[in-house]
C-alpha cells in the first residue's frame, strides 16, 4: 500500500497536481487498496485533527507580524543600525545585509519576509554601490536562511507540534546556529568583496555614534528581545509571543512611525489568511498521508533498515540530511517538513539522537531548500525584487549553499552547538 502511495504521490507532483491533493488522492487511493470503507471516517478526522493544534496557532501570528514589519518602517530602522555596526567593514552592505537578517530573524520568523523586506532595498542599493547584481541577490537569498533557524521559527513550531517537542527549546536551541550561519556568510561576503574590491559603505562609526542609533533604532530592536527574552524566561509561550509580536508591530506602526494605515493592517490580515490556509491545508493532507504510514509501519521499517547500515550516528545525521536535501529540491518546503518529519524523526530518536539536534538539522535542511533550484522561494523572491533572470541567479547561487551545508556539517559533527542553551536554561 504504502508504495502504491508514494508512487502515485510522485506522479501528481510530476503532472503539477497541488500538493495537497496529491496527498489527499494518493490517500484515498491508499484507503481503497485496504478495503476497509469504515476508514474513510478517519481519513475526515484525520484531516480535521492535523490542523487542530492549538500549538500552529503561533503560525499565522509569525506570518501576520512578517507582513506587518513590511508595512511599518521597523525595517529601515534595523538597517541603519546594521550600516552603523558593519557598514565600515569592506564589503559592508554585504555585511549590513547579513546583520539586518539576524535581527530580522527575531522578530519575524520567515525567510520569505526577510527577503522582499531586505531585498527590496539592499539589492538595489549595493547595484548603486558598484556590487554585481546577481551577487547582491544572492547573499540576500543566502542570509535570509537565518530567518527560520534564529527564533521564532514557523518550521520549528510545525516540527515541534509533530514530534511532541518543547517549541520554546527548538526555540533556544536556534540561537547558536543561527548566529553561525549567519557568520559564515559574512566571511564568505569579505572574500567576494576583497576578491572583486567591493566598497566599504560606510566610515568606522564611534561609540557615541553606535548609542545613538542603537536608541534610535530602539523600536526596532526591542521586538526581538521581547519576543526571545519572553520565551527564554517563561513569561510566555511560543504561540503567545506571536500575539505580543504582532501587537507590538501594529502599535509601533500606528502610532510611532505612523506607516501602518487601517488599509495596510487589513491587506496585512488578508495575505496571513491566505498564507495561513496554504499552511494549514498541507498540513491536514499530511496528516491523513502520514497516518496511513504510519499504519503500514513504515517509519519503523525505514529505521530499521538505517540502522542496520550504520550505528554512527554521525553517519546516520549525514545519510538522513542528504535525503532531506534532495527531496526538499523538488518539493514545496513547508510540505516537504510535515511530510518527511513522522519518517525520519523517530529514525533519530530510536538511534539516541537528541531530539532538539534533531529539530535543527531538519529545519536548517528544509531552510537550505528555500535557495535551492528548481523549487527555492527566496530565489524567486529576490529575482522579482532584485530584477535578476532567474536562470543567472540558480547559476550564481550554489556558492551561498555549499556555506549553509558547511554550517549544517558542522552542527551535525557538534551537537553541543544546538544542545547548551536549553539545558542552561532547563527547556
Known sequence: MSII???SFLLFLLFGVPIFIALLLSSFFGFLYLGDYSLFRIMVQQFFGGMDVFTLLAIPLFIMTGNLMNRTGITDKLLDF???L?????????HVNVVASIIFAGISGSAAADTSA????LIPAMAKEGYDRPYAAGITAGSSLIGPIIPPSIFMVLYGSMTNQSIGGLFVAGIIPGLILGIAFMIMNYYYARKYDYPVSN??????????TAWQSIIALIAPIIIIGGIITGVVTPTEAGAVAVFYTAIVGFFITKKLSIKDFIKSLNETVRNTSVV????????????????EQVPQKFAGALLSL????????IILSAMIFVIGMFMEEIAALILLTPVVAPVAMLAGIDPFHFGIIMTLNITIALITPPMGACVYIVSAVGKVKLETLFRRIWPFVAVAMAVLFIIILFPALVTTLPRLFNL
Open 203 to 212: 566610515e568606522k562609526a564611534g561609540i557615541i555614534k553606535i548609542l545613538k
Open 280 to 295: 494549514f491545508v498541507i498540513m491536514g493532507s499530511a496528516s491523513v498521508f502520514s497516518w496511513l504510514l504510519k499504519w
Open 5 to 7: 502511495m508514494i508512487v
Open 118 to 121: 531586505i531585498g527590496s532595498i
Open 86 to 94: 558593519v557598514g565600515h567593514l569592506r564589503g559592508g552592505l554585504g
Open 82 to 84: 546594521s550600516r552603523v
Open 310 to 317: 550504520t550505528t554512527n550516528n554521525t553517519v546516520l545525521l
